[in-house]
C-alpha cells in the first residue's frame, strides 16, 4: 500500500494536546522552536532549504522552494534581475489575464513600475491591479499617477485567492522580496538603531542582546532559552554551508532567506476554505511570487549589507526604490519611504486552519484527521 | 542645556513666507505639538491645536510619515525659556523617539509624549529633501487647514454639522438626492489638492482657483 507523507506542516497548529505528547516524545527544545515565530511574525512555519537541517521537520517543498548554489562570479545586479523577470512575465500574458496585488509598499510598487517601463499600453490591457484603500493611502501618488491611468483595477479587500479566481488569471505578488532583503522582526531594528546591523557577526553576545530585543514581552528565561538555541542552530547551519555571513544583517537575512522562505510562498494558501488537490496543484501553478527566480536569489546571496541597507531609517530596499525612482522621480519615496505594517490585516478573510499538506496535495486538518496525522507525523520529523 | 543659538533664525526667508506661522500657543500653560519626523530625526514643524496637527499629519502622509507629539511634557519644556517654533524645531529631537511605534504610525497615530528635547544631529539635512521647502510646505498646508476649521466651527453654519455626520451618514446613499454643498466640496477640493500636489507654486494656483473664500 502506497504511504503518504508529509510535504509541509502549519507549525502554528501544533497546538493539539494529542499532537503535542508526540512531539514531547521527542528530546529536542519544542519551546525555544516554536518561539521561533516571534523573529517573523507573520509567517506560519520554518523549514531549512539549505545547508545543515538544524529544524525538527524535513522540507518536503524542496523543489518548490529551490535556492541556488552560491556562485560569487555571478554578477547579476537587482535591476537585471527585475528585467529579466519582467520579461518571463510577458510570455504569460499571451495566455492568460494576470492579477498584480498591490499593497502600496515597495516590492509590489517595483513590480508595476518594472511593467510600466517595460510594457506598451495594448501589452498592459491584460493587466489587472488588485489593491484596497490602504494601498492607496501608502503610496497614493503612485496610484493616481500610474495605476488609475493604466490597469484596470479592483477591490483586494474581499479577494479570496481561491480555484475560481486562480482558473481566471495568473497571480502576482510581491513575496519573497523581504527575504531577499533582511525580514521579519529585524526589519524594525533600524527604527531603534540603523548602524548596528553593521556589526560583525563574531560579537556573539551583542547578537543575542538584539534577538532578545525581538522578545520585549517574554520573562527572562524564556528569552535566554530561545536565543541560546536560536543562536546556536543558526551557526551550526552558517558553519555548513559557504554563504558568506558577515555582519548582524547577513544573519538576520540568512535566517529569512533560508528558513522563512518555503512558508512564504505557501502562506496564501491559508485564505483557501477548498482542500481538495487541485486546488494546491492550481495555486503552485498559477500564483506567482515575482521576487522567486534565480536571478534574485543570486544577487541576494552574492550581496551583503552595503547593497542592501544604507543604515537609515529608510535605507532598506534601497535599491527597489532606486528602481522606482528611476521611473517615477519621487524623491520623496526614495528619501523617506520605510516598512509599514503589512496591508494584509486589512482584510477581514475566513481562515480555514489545515495542518499539513500530503504529498498527493490532499490537506489534512485536525478536526477531521488526526489520526491520519499521528500517523504520518513520525515521518516529517526528523530529530 | 539652554543654547540661544538654537533659536536664532535659521531660515529668513521662512518669515517672510505669507504662511509662516510660529506655531506657538496662545499662552504659556496652552498645549503645544511637534510633528515629530522619523526619516530626519526632528521636529518637523510645531503649531498649537491637536485637531489641526492630525489633519496636517494626515495630509503630509502622502510624502511622509510624521507622528503627532505634546511638547509640553518634556521634562526641560519651558514657556520662558525653552519653546520651540517653526524656525527653531528642526534642530530639536525627542529622547524617547524610539519608544514612538513608526511602523504602524501610517494607520494609527496616537498622541505621543515627549520625554526631552534634546539636540538633534544633522542628519535631516542630509537624507536628500529640502526642510526649509518642507516647512514651507507644512506651514501653507497649515495656513489652509486652520482656515478650513474656523470655517467649520467657529460660527454657526450648516457645513460643520454635514461634514461630521454625513462623513458617515452618506445620505446621498440612503435616497435623499442633495445638491451637492458648494462650499463642502471646496473644502474637500482644497484637502485632496494638499494632500495630492507635490509642487507649491501650482498647488497654490489650484486652491487660488476654487475661489473659496474663508
Given at each position: 500500500?502506497?504511504?503518504?507523507?508529509?510535504?509541509?506542516?502549519?507549525?502554528?497548529?501544533?497546538?493539539?494536546?494529542?499532537?503535542?505528547?508526540?512531539?514531547?516524545?521527542?528530546?529536542?527544545n519544542?519551546?525555544?522552536?516554536?518561539?521561533?515565530?516571534?523573529?517573523?511574525?507573520?509567517?506560519?512555519?520554518?523549514?531549512?532549504?539549505?545547508?545543515?537541517?538544524?529544524?525538527?521537520?524535513?522540507?518536503?517543498?524542496?523543489?518548490?522552494?529551490?535556492?541556488?548554489?552560491?556562485?560569487?562570479?555571478?554578477?547579476?545586479?537587482?535591476?537585471?534581475?527585475?528585467?529579466?523577470?519582467?520579461?518571463?512575465?510577458?510570455?504569460?500574458?499571451?495566455?492568460?489575464?494576470?492579477?498584480?496585488?498591490?499593497?502600496?509598499?515597495?516590492?509590489?510598487?517595483?513590480?508595476?513600475?518594472?511593467?510600466?517601463?517595460?510594457?506598451?499600453?495594448s501589452?498592459?490591457?491584460?493587466?489587472?491591479?488588485?489593491?484596497?484603500?490602504?494601498?492607496?493611502y501608502?503610496?497614493?501618488?503612485?496610484?493616481f499617477?500610474?495605476?488609475?491611468?493604466?490597469?484596470?483595477?479592483?477591490?483586494?479587500?474581499?479577494?479570496?485567492?481561491?480555484?475560481?479566481?486562480?482558473?481566471?488569471?495568473?497571480?502576482?505578488?510581491?513575496?519573497?522580496?523581504?527575504?531577499?532583503?533582511?525580514a521579519?522582526?529585524?526589519?524594525?531594528?533600524?527604527?531603534t538603531?540603523?548602524?548596528?546591523?553593521?556589526?560583525?557577526v563574531?560579537?556573539?553576545?551583542?547578537?543575542?542582546?538584539?534577538?532578545?530585543?525581538?522578545?520585549?514581552?517574554?520573562?527572562?528565561?524564556?528569552?535566554?532559552?530561545?536565543?541560546?538555541?536560536?543562536?546556536?542552530?543558526?551557526?551550526?547551519?552558517?558553519?555548513?554551508?559557504d554563504?558568506?555571513?558577515?555582519?548582524?544583517?547577513?544573519?538576520f537575512?540568512w535566517?529569512?532567506?533560508?528558513?522563512?522562505?518555503?512558508?512564504?510562498?505557501?502562506?496564501?494558501?491559508?485564505?483557501?476554505?477548498?482542500?481538495?488537490?487541485?486546488?494546491?496543484?492550481?495555486?503552485?501553478?498559477?500564483?506567482?511570487?515575482?521576487?522567486?527566480t534565480?536571478?534574485?536569489?543570486?544577487?541576494?546571496?552574492?550581496?551583503?549589507?552595503?547593497?542592501?541597507?544604507?543604515q537609515?531609517?529608510?535605507?532598506?530596499?534601497?535599491?527597489?526604490?532606486?528602481?522606482?525612482?528611476?521611473?517615477?522621480?519621487?524623491?520623496?519615496?526614495?528619501?523617506?519611504?520605510?516598512?509599514?505594517?503589512?496591508?494584509?490585516?486589512?482584510?477581514?478573510k475566513?481562515?480555514?486552519?489545515?495542518?499539513?499538506?500530503?504529498?498527493?496535495?490532499?490537506?489534512?486538518?485536525?478536526?477531521?484527521?488526526?489520526?491520519e496525522?499521528?500517523?504520518?507525523?513520525?515521518?516529517?520529523?526528523?530529530? | 542645556?539652554?543654547?540661544?543659538?538654537?533659536?536664532?533664525y535659521?531660515?529668513?526667508?521662512?518669515?517672510?513666507?505669507?504662511?509662516?506661522?510660529?506655531?506657538?500657543?496662545?499662552?504659556?500653560?496652552?498645549?503645544?505639538?511637534?510633528?515629530?519626523?522619523?526619516?530626519?530625526?526632528?521636529?518637523?514643524?510645531?503649531?498649537?491645536?491637536?485637531?489641526?496637527?492630525?489633519?496636517?499629519s494626515?495630509?503630509?502622509?502622502?510624502?511622509?510619515?510624521?507622528?503627532?507629539?505634546?511638547?509640553?511634557?518634556?521634562d526641560?519644556?519651558?514657556?520662558?525659556?525653552?519653546?520651540?517654533?517653526?524656525?527653531?524645531?528642526?534642530?530639536?529631537?525627542?529622547?524617547?523617539?524610539?519608544?514612538?511605534?513608526?511602523?504602524?504610525?501610517?494607520?494609527?497615530n496616537?498622541l505621543?509624549?515627549?520625554?526631552?528635547?534634546?539636540?538633534?544631529s544633522?542628519?535631516?539635512?542630509?537624507?536628500?529633501i529640502n526642510?526649509?521647502?518642507?516647512?514651507?510646505?507644512?506651514?501653507?498646508?497649515?495656513?489652509?487647514?486652520?482656515?478650513?476649521?474656523?470655517?467649520?466651527?467657529?460660527?454657526?453654519?450648516?457645513?460643520?454639522?454635514?461634514?461630521?455626520?454625513?462623513?458617515?451618514?452618506?445620505?446621498?446613499?440612503?435616497?435623499?438626492?442633495?445638491?451637492?454643498?458648494?462650499?463642502?466640496?471646496?473644502?474637500?477640493?482644497?484637502?485632496?489638492?494638499?494632500?495630492?500636489?507635490?509642487?507649491?507654486?501650482?498647488?497654490?494656483?489650484?486652491?487660488?482657483?476654487?475661489?473659496?473664500?474663508?
Amino acid at each position: 500500500m502506497f504511504m503518504k507523507k508529509i510535504l509541509y506542516v502549519n507549525q502554528q497548529e501544533l497546538t493539539n494536546p494529542a499532537i503535542i505528547d508526540m512531539l514531547l516524545s521527542y528530546n529536542y527544545n519544542w519551546k525555544a522552536f516554536i518561539n521561533l515565530h516571534k523573529f517573523n511574525t507573520g509567517v506560519d512555519s520554518h523549514y531549512v532549504r539549505a545547508g545543515k537541517n538544524v529544524l525538527p521537520f524535513v522540507n518536503g517543498l524542496e523543489d518548490y522552494s529551490y535556492m541556488p548554489m552560491y556562485q560569487p562570479n555571478i554578477t547579476t545586479t537587482f535591476e537585471e534581475a527585475t528585467d529579466i523577470r519582467c520579461a518571463q512575465i510577458k510570455s504569460l500574458i499571451s495566455t492568460s489575464p494576470v492579477l498584480i496585488l498591490w499593497s502600496g509598499g515597495i516590492d509590489s510598487t517595483l513590480i508595476i513600475t518594472s511593467i510600466l517601463k517595460h510594457f506598451s499600453p495594448s501589452e498592459r490591457t491584460n493587466i489587472h491591479i488588485a489593491c484596497n484603500r490602504v494601498s492607496i493611502y501608502e503610496y497614493p501618488e503612485f496610484y493616481f499617477k500610474h495605476i488609475l491611468p493604466n490597469f484596470k483595477v479592483l477591490d483586494s479587500t474581499w479577494i479570496v485567492v481561491d480555484s475560481k479566481l486562480l482558473s481566471k488569471y495568473y497571480i502576482i505578488d510581491g513575496e519573497p522580496a523581504d527575504q531577499l532583503f533582511c525580514a521579519g522582526a529585524a526589519q524594525t531594528i533600524p527604527f531603534t538603531d540603523p548602524t548596528i546591523l553593521a556589526t560583525p557577526v563574531n560579537q556573539s553576545q551583542k547578537l543575542k542582546e538584539v534577538l532578545k530585543s525581538l522578545m520585549p514581552n517574554e520573562p527572562q528565561w524564556e528569552k535566554d532559552l530561545t536565543v541560546n538555541w536560536f543562536y546556536q542552530i543558526m551557526m551550526d547551519n552558517i558553519q555548513s554551508v559557504d554563504v558568506p555571513i558577515e555582519t548582524f544583517y547577513d544573519f538576520f537575512w540568512w535566517y529569512s532567506f533560508n528558513m522563512v522562505w518555503t512558508s512564504i510562498k505557501i502562506r496564501t494558501l491559508a485564505s483557501q476554505c477548498e482542500f481538495n488537490p487541485d486546488a494546491v496543484q492550481l495555486y503552485m501553478n498559477k500564483f506567482i511570487h515575482w521576487f522567486d527566480t534565480e536571478e534574485y536569489q543570486q544577487w541576494s546571496i552574492n550581496t551583503r549589507i552595503d547593497g542592501k541597507f544604507n543604515q537609515t531609517l529608510s535605507g532598506n530596499k534601497v535599491i527597489a526604490k532606486k528602481y522606482i525612482y528611476d521611473y517615477t522621480q519621487d524623491n520623496y519615496y526614495y528619501r523617506c519611504k520605510f516598512k509599514h505594517l503589512s496591508t494584509g490585516h486589512v482584510k477581514e478573510k475566513f481562515v480555514a486552519p489545515w495542518f499539513c499538506i500530503l504529498d498527493d496535495y490532499t490537506r489534512l486538518t485536525i478536526s477531521d484527521n488526526l489520526d491520519e496525522i499521528l500517523n504520518l507525523l513520525p515521518a516529517h520529523i526528523k530529530i | 542645556m539652554f543654547n540661544e543659538k538654537l533659536f536664532t533664525y535659521k531660515y529668513s526667508a521662512m518669515t517672510e513666507n505669507q504662511y509662516f506661522n510660529y506655531g506657538l500657543p496662545d499662552h504659556p500653560r496652552a498645549p503645544q505639538y511637534g510633528l515629530y519626523f522619523p526619516v530626519g530625526d526632528c521636529f518637523l514643524f510645531v503649531l498649537k491645536d491637536q485637531r489641526v496637527a492630525y489633519t496636517l499629519s494626515a495630509i503630509l502622509s502622502s510624502r511622509y510619515v510624521t507622528i503627532v507629539t505634546l511638547l509640553n511634557t518634556a521634562d526641560n519644556y519651558d514657556p520662558t525659556t525653552m519653546m520651540l517654533d517653526n524656525n527653531s524645531c528642526t534642530n530639536w529631537t525627542a529622547s524617547n523617539k524610539n519608544e514612538f511605534n513608526t511602523i504602524m504610525a501610517l494607520y494609527t497615530n496616537p498622541l505621543r509624549y515627549v520625554k526631552e528635547l534634546v539636540v538633534a544631529s544633522d542628519l535631516h539635512n542630509n537624507i536628500g529633501i529640502n526642510m526649509q521647502q518642507e516647512q514651507q510646505w507644512a506651514a501653507f498646508c497649515c495656513y489652509w487647514i486652520e482656515r478650513i476649521y474656523h470655517q467649520l466651527y467657529s460660527s454657526p453654519n450648516f457645513i460643520d454639522i454635514d461634514y461630521e455626520l454625513n462623513n458617515f451618514l452618506q445620505i446621498d446613499g440612503l435616497g435623499y438626492q442633495a445638491r451637492p454643498s458648494l462650499k463642502l466640496d471646496s473644502i474637500r477640493q482644497i484637502l485632496k489638492i494638499l494632500y495630492l500636489e507635490k509642487d507649491f507654486k501650482q498647488a497654490e494656483s489650484q486652491i487660488n482657483a476654487i475661489g473659496l473664500c474663508l
